[in-house]
């Protein structure tokens, strides 16, 4: 069994493709090789050179693999459905380009939510008309990269959004074919919707087709939570910790892969603010030599 580690563009702060506190390109992917990396994501579509050719010399030159790409619009607004879906289609085209396999897909924050990241409880829900509506979205744009582009579309739940507590989860789980939809499981976000991910990685782990490696500083969650802090401004208070520091079990984790027979890429991100983190290409580094003082390699 092989699993390999790799890092994201959002582990050096990049959210947004247009965001000015953004570093270069060029600097993301070097600081990834300089960490020891073989493999990064492609980020939010458009920070990455969109000309196949340019990224392709680039990742070449950095002896780096593209691994994924990674979806986070608002699907949880219909409106925005023309946002979705240029977001989607230029993704998977930038997936295609390079080889990549893994098309995540992530409910963008919305304000109905924001305020209530953490706090299951509290959160506002859907009713039923509008939870079709916003699946329905969901498995079309499933379908398309996985019979248009040839990919493995991959639900990523995430703080602030509409797919983020664990019963929402579940829900859209036994609602939609596994065949049509599989799980992306990050680590860091379960646990800052309270809900253990190695339990749940148990229950489905065959449907699981990629992991992001995530963990969150116990105290600073408790504070956000209890201020509700935004979802950016709790990034740049630190409540996504270096992987040796955070509450997640990872060793637990390796060992439930290990079991299960996963392979594959397994990817690092610490969602950070671009401004605040004084050490990017350090907390890389850490992370990757964490990961490998527990087994990985």
Not at 94 to 113: E, N
Not at 169 to 192: A, F, M, N, Q, W
Request: a negative charge; glycine letters at 8%; charged letters at 30%.
């Amino acid at each position: 069994m092989t699993i390999r580690i790799g890092n994201a563009p959002c582990s050096w702060g990049v959210e947004f493709a247009d965001d000015p506190r953004n570093p270069t390109w060029r600097s993301v992917l070097k600081d990834c090789a300089d960490a020891g990396y073989k493999g990064i994501e492609l980020g939010p579509v458009g920070f990455m050179p969109e000309d196949p050719a340019i990224l392709s010399e680039a990742l070449d030159e950095f002896d780096l693999e593209l691994i994924g790409g990674v979806v986070f619009r608002a699907f949880h607004d219909p409106n925005a459905w023309d946002d979705v879906m240029d977001g989607a289609k230029r993704t998977c085209e930038a997936l295609k380009a390079h080889g990549a396999k893994h098309f995540v897909l992530i409910d963008s924050i919305s304000p109905r939510r924001a305020p209530t990241a953490g706090r299951g409880s509290e959160a506002e829900q859907m009713d039923d008309a509008e939870w079709a509506a916003y699946r329905d979205r969901i498995v079309t744009v499933a379908k398309m990269g996985a019979e248009e582009y040839g990919l493995i579309p991959e639900l990523h739940p995430h703080a602030g959004g509409f797919m983020d507590f664990e019963p929402e989860v579940e829900r859209i789980l036994s609602e939609v074919d596994p065949e049509v939809l599989k799980l992306c499981i990050d680590t860091g976000h379960c646990t800052y919707a309270g809900f253990d991910p190695v339990a749940f990685m148990e229950r489905h782990m065959e449907r699981i087709t990629y992991v992001h490696f995530k963990s969150t500083d116990a105290a600073v969650k408790a504070k956000a939570i209890s201020n509700r802090t935004g979802f950016y401004d709790a990034c740049g208070q630190g409540i996504f910790c270096n992987l040796a520091d955070g509450e997640v079990d990872l060793p637990a984790v390796r060992q439930l892969l290990l079991y299960s027979g996963y392979e594959g890429w397994c990817t690092i991100e610490q969602d950070c603010d671009p401004t605040l983190d004084p050490d990017p290409l350090g907390d890389a580094r850490k992370n990757r030599e964490y990961l490998e003082s527990i087994g990985f390699k």
